[in-house]
């Protein structure tokens, strides 16, 4: 495999004069870059402009265009599992994360790699880097433990903003999935409530996260912002202009965002000219999927359809937005030069619908004042704004995942291969895309390379632990 060395190699000069022990000197630690680690959630490899999409992401495709674009990187197929790797490098089961704890067998409960939370056999990446020297602030949907020993506060973020469960609505304090009763929210150590009025989850996750990386500016220390979206998970929820926004973009369904995703993809030199799409997404009974060919729906269907895909396309570029807030806000604090921002998805699009799932539908109609066609009573103008459940299914989650085929939850590129890309103005070259394989768990060595912060093996403070075993991506 042809090494690539772009991030660590541009880095060298910056850290040669760091100690590279815990005992940092003032100005060792003002050379060090802040680091923010952004996570989607359920977002497809076509989903952003730079890998081919019609969803407006000029932020994120800056990130791109101005840093290194990965276009052959791999994660777990589902959330937690992915979350577990990102938070410490090492292999999922080993962290007690082996599946979702929320349709885990009953053969795995309670076996070991199955706890259902980050256990403490790992240590996160916010504990090396708070004990390395850096402030550690986190923001969104934690999903990896949910009692007082087993959230953010108590895995090495000293400051956090947290849902944690495996999601929840965007504008206000309730479950999406029956199967949580309710969502438990924390700040720091103690339970919380949303905001009552002007929530939306990714507005507020980026103006706390501002917050807490300005409460310690001045101090000299570098920061690691870790900022976990709940976008673009369902329910599929934005405030209404960024949805409007996208008003006749989807009118001729999905086939034809998937066919025009992967020619733009080509144009962009990020799948070869030779590739063809699979349509045979539909080998699967569960229920609620609905396979069918967009011209065979009724045109108040399409409508419906269209704008299902609107909301979806609503939330992201709202995400978008706020990842541009957050640069902005790194000019306004002297911080936009010194600090690297990673970007990725936790898995690709998810094609369930939950709302149309026959054990679940009573529950929606019980919970959201919209969840079906039959509730707009063809006015679709309510679909994604406060009140409304809403879901895309799996004919635009396989546009979502262009040029790969399936979903979340498959062992295929549509469930494991995402958008990936790193970005640092001072020192990486512009505008390099690698087809180098690289993979979820390479993401905590690299940042602690980058941070002059030692890997210690199979021990940290005294303590026997699962050693890191992903690869800095400045090594591979």
Not at 156 to 165: I, Q, T, W
Not at 410 to 417: A, V
Request: charged share 25%; glycine share 8%; hydrophobic share 35%.
């Amino acid at each position: 495999m042809k090494k690539f060395s772009v991030l660590i190699l541009a880095l060298s000069s910056i850290f040669a004069s760091c100690d590279s022990s815990n005992n940092k000197t003032e100005d060792s630690k003002k050379a060090k870059p802040n680091i923010i680690l952004v996570l989607a959630d359920d977002m497809g490899y076509g989903d952003i402009g730079v890998y081919g999409s019609e969803i407006s992401t000029p932020n994120i495709d800056k990130l791109a265009k101005e840093g290194v674009q990965y276009t052959n990187f791999h994660v777990s197929a589902a959330c937690s599992p992915s979350r577990a790797m990102l938070m410490t490098g090492v292999d999922n089961h080993r962290a007690g994360i082996g599946n979702l704890v929320e349709i885990q067998a009953d053969n795995q409960f309670g076996k070991a790699g199955y706890e259902g939370y980050l256990n403490d056999d790992v240590v996160s990446v916010a504990t090396r880097l708070k004990d390395g020297g850096y402030h550690t602030y986190m923001v969104g949907k934690w999903h990896l433990g949910r009692t007082e020993t087993k959230i953010p506060f108590a895995r090495g973020f000293e400051k956090s903003f947290a849902l944690m469960e495996s999601g929840a609505d965007n504008w206000v304090e309730q479950s999406y999935f029956p199967l949580n009763k309710e969502v438990h929210y924390f700040e720091d150590n103690k339970q919380v409530s949303l905001p009552t009025e002007n929530y939306f989850s990714s507005n507020y996750y980026t103006d706390k996260i501002m917050s807490y990386i300005d409460s310690g500016k001045d101090d000299g220390k570098p920061f690691f912002a870790y900022v976990a979206y709940q976008a673009v998970h369902y329910p599929h929820q934005a405030p209404k202009e960024f949805i409007d926004k996208y008003n006749g973009v989807y009118d001729n369904g999905w086939k034809h965002a998937r066919i025009n995703r992967l020619e733009k993809q080509k144009e962009l030199g990020i799948v070869s000219k030779e590739a063809s799409l699979n349509f045979d997404n539909a080998a699967t009974t569960e229920p609620g999927w609905k396979f069918s060919d967009w011209e065979s729906l009724s045109d108040n269907e399409k409508s419906f359809n269209a704008r299902r895909m609107q909301s979806y396309a609503g939330m992201a570029d709202n995400m978008d937005y706020n990842i541009g807030r957050i640069t902005e806000h790194l000019k306004e604090i002297g911080e936009y030069d010194n600090t690297i921002i990673i970007f990725l998805s936790d898995n690709g699009a998810d094609p369930n619908q939950l709302s149309q799932n026959p054990a679940f539908k009573d529950w929606y109609k019980e919970n959201y004042t919209y969840s079906t066609i039959e509730d707009y009573e063809g006015d679709y103008s309510k679909l994604g704004l406060k009140g409304s459940f809403s879901d895309y299914g799996p004919n635009w989650a396989s546009a979502s995942n262009t040029p790969n085929s399936y979903y979340k939850m498959f062992s295929t590129e549509g469930g494991i291969r995402v958008p990936f890309m790193v970005w640092y103005p001072k020192s990486i070259q512009a505008g390099r895309i690698t087809n180098d394989f690289a993979f979820i768990k390479d993401i905590v060595p690299t940042m602690l390379e980058v941070a002059g912060i030692e890997n210690t093996g199979d021990k940290y403070n005294g303590k026997k632990i699962y050693p890191i075993t992903g690869k800095s991506i400045g090594a591979l």
